[in-house]
């Protein structure tokens, strides 16, 4: 039996506003994420990259169209059902790492399981683990302002990725670090789809979109074309 796509965008649109003023941020979107895959969203400034991956984690709601993850389909749940799946199966990574400032490294990778329910005990046990997997076990008790801009990335893949989460969503996720960090929290997203999990990556870099299976090139809000990453040449070629 052939195994459903982990994420599913099916004719996904977004407008901002209405009338004279409307702005349109994407147009029939079709885009499927598999179990094992790393898909590269690339395009220019304002083409609905970050758009569609707000979309893609249930963050925001489009105008028409459907998104489907792990067979849920979100235009079917209520807002607290898709908060829900959103703390138990998606993993986000930001730019700017959204870390809570107040929190250690352990305290912010194991909050998400316990406002979902886990027992502090088990939650903490869990976020040991994702830090060792980033290898920051001997960080775990210090602050974000104590840690490096790298080590604050790794931080937050391993909030992304605690508890098993299978869809990690990742926007930008190097742009604020050096190319040799970047590349290492590149190397730990690759590592984690290559165990199991789905994930999208943004980025304007033909380099960083080199670590995808796949390349999906945006313009304007619609798909123009795809390739598979080895093809990311010949794709720029043909976007410019």
Same mark, same amino acid.
């Given at each position: 039996?052939?195994?459903?796509?982990l994420? $599913?965008?099916? !004719?996904?649109?977004? #407008?901002?506003?209405?009338?004279?003023? +409307?702005? %349109? @941020? =994407?147009?029939? *979107?079709? /885009?499927?994420v598999?179990?094992?895959?790393?898909?590269?969203?690339?395009g220019?400034?304002?083409?609905g990259k970050s758009?569609?991956?707000?979309i893609?984690?249930?963050l925001?709601?489009p105008?028409?169209?459907?998104?489907?993850?792990?067979?849920?389909?979100?235009?079917?749940?209520?807002?607290r059902?898709?908060?829900?799946?959103?703390? $138990?199966?998606? !993993?986000?990574?930001f #730019?700017?790492f959204?870390?809570?400032? +107040?929190? %250690? @490294? =352990?305290?912010? *990778?194991? /909050?998400?399981?316990?406002?979902?329910?886990w027992?502090?005990?088990?939650?903490?046990?869990?976020?040991?683990d994702?830090?060792?997997?980033?290898?920051?076990s001997?960080?775990a008790?210090?602050?974000?302002?104590?840690?490096?801009?790298?080590?604050?990335?790794?931080?937050a893949?391993?909030?992304?990725?605690?508890?098993?989460?299978?869809l990690?969503?990742?926007?930008?996720?190097?742009?604020a670090?050096?190319?040799?960090?970047?590349?290492m929290? =590149?190397?730990?997203l690759?590592?984690?789809?290559?165990?199991?999990a789905?994930?999208?990556?943004?980025?304007?870099?033909?380099?960083?979109?080199?670590?995808?299976?796949?390349?999906?090139?945006?313009?304007?809000?619609?798909?123009?074309?795809?390739?598979?990453?080895?093809?990311?040449?010949?794709l720029?070629?043909?976007?410019s």
């Amino acid at each position: 039996m052939t195994e459903h796509p982990l994420l $599913r965008l099916d !004719g996904v649109a977004m #407008q901002y506003g209405s009338g004279e003023t +409307a702005v %349109t @941020a =994407l147009v029939g *979107v079709d /885009l499927e994420v598999a179990r094992g895959e790393l898909v590269a969203i690339m395009g220019a400034s304002g083409s609905g990259k970050s758009t569609l991956l707000t979309i893609a984690g249930g963050l925001t709601q489009p105008t028409s169209g459907e998104v489907i993850v792990e067979g849920n389909w979100l235009s079917e749940m209520t807002p607290r059902q898709v908060a829900t799946l959103r703390r $138990r199966s998606l !993993g986000f990574v930001f #730019q700017d790492f959204n870390l809570i400032p +107040a929190l %250690t @490294a =352990l305290e912010n *990778v194991s /909050l998400p399981l316990e406002l979902d329910g886990w027992k502090s005990r088990r939650a903490r046990r869990a976020a040991l683990d994702a830090l060792a997997v980033v290898e920051l076990s001997d960080r775990a008790t210090h602050f974000p302002s104590d840690l490096s801009g790298g080590q604050q990335q790794r931080v937050a893949i391993a909030r992304a990725v605690v508890g098993g989460r299978s869809l990690v969503l990742a926007d930008e996720p190097t742009g604020a670090l050096d190319s040799t960090t970047g590349e290492m929290v =590149l190397r730990m997203l690759r590592a984690r789809v290559d165990a199991g999990a789905g994930g999208i990556l943004v980025t304007h870099d033909a380099r960083h979109a080199a670590w995808a299976d796949r390349i999906v090139f945006l313009r304007d809000g619609r798909v123009i074309d795809e390739a598979a990453a080895r093809g990311v040449g010949s794709l720029l070629g043909a976007a410019s």
